[in-house]
C-alpha cells in the first residue's frame, strides 16, 4: 500500500514541475512579435522627429526674413527716409538706403530721383542675421512668375519705403522634398499668405 502512494505523489510532483516550465518562457514567435513591434515604433517615432525638425528649421528661416522685413519698415515709417532688406544665401540684413550699387535693383517704382531726404539726422540702425545653411531660398518678385534662386554671390535687394510700403514679394526656403512659402503683405511685411508641404526623408 505504500508504493502506490509514492508513484502518486512523484506523478503529481512531475506534473507540477511541467506546468512550472511552461509558465516560466516564452516561445520564439512571440519574441519575435514583441520586436517587430518595437522596430516599428522605433522607426514611426524618428521619422516623425525629422520631420517635426524639417518644419521647424523651415519656419525659423523663413522668420528670420519676415522679422527683419517688419523690423527695417517699421524703422523707415519712423525715420521718415528709405530702408533696404537685403537678401543673399547666406544671410538678411538691413541698412539705411543712400544710393544704389551697381547689381540693385530698384524695387519701388516711386524712387525717381534718389533722393532720400536728411538721412543723416538720424542714427543708422543696421541689423543682419545669418541663414541656414541647409534651406534653400527664392524668392518671387511683384509681377513675376519666376522664382530666383539665392546661389552663393547673388543677392536681392528691397526698398522699405518710408510711407510703410515694401513690395509684396514671396519666399519659398525648402530642403530636399520639403518648403514653406511666405507671401509677404505690402503694408506690413507680415505674412499675408503660407503654403507648406513637409515630406518624409
Known sequence: ??????????????????????????????????LSMIAILVTWLTVSLSTVESEQKLRE????????????????????????????????????????????????????????????SFDDITASEALDADVSYEVKRWRSDDWEALEEGKRIVLRLNPIGLIEPITIRCSMGKSWVMHELHPLTAGVRDEEMSIEKE
Not at 512523484?10 to 519575435?32: D, P, S, W, Y
Not at 527683419?68 to 539705411?96: D, E, F, H, N, W
Open 1 to 34: 500500500m505504500i508504493c502506490p502512494v509514492r508513484i502518486h505523489a512523484n506523478m503529481q510532483l512531475g506534473q507540477r514541475h511541467t506546468k512550472n516550465r511552461q509558465v516560466a518562457g516564452f516561445t520564439l514567435l512571440e519574441i519575435v512579435f514583441v
Open 61 to 120: 528661416a523663413a522668420g528670420r526674413i519676415e522679422l527683419l522685413a517688419k523690423r527695417g519698415l517699421s524703422i523707415a515709417v519712423m525715420q521718415q527716409r528709405p530702408y533696404q532688406l537685403t537678401i543673399t544665401a547666406s544671410s538678411v540684413s538691413i541698412a539705411p538706403r543712400y544710393e544704389l550699387g551697381p547689381d540693385e535693383v530698384v524695387s519701388m517704382e516711386d524712387e525717381k530721383d534718389g533722393a532720400v531726404g536728411d538721412s543723416r
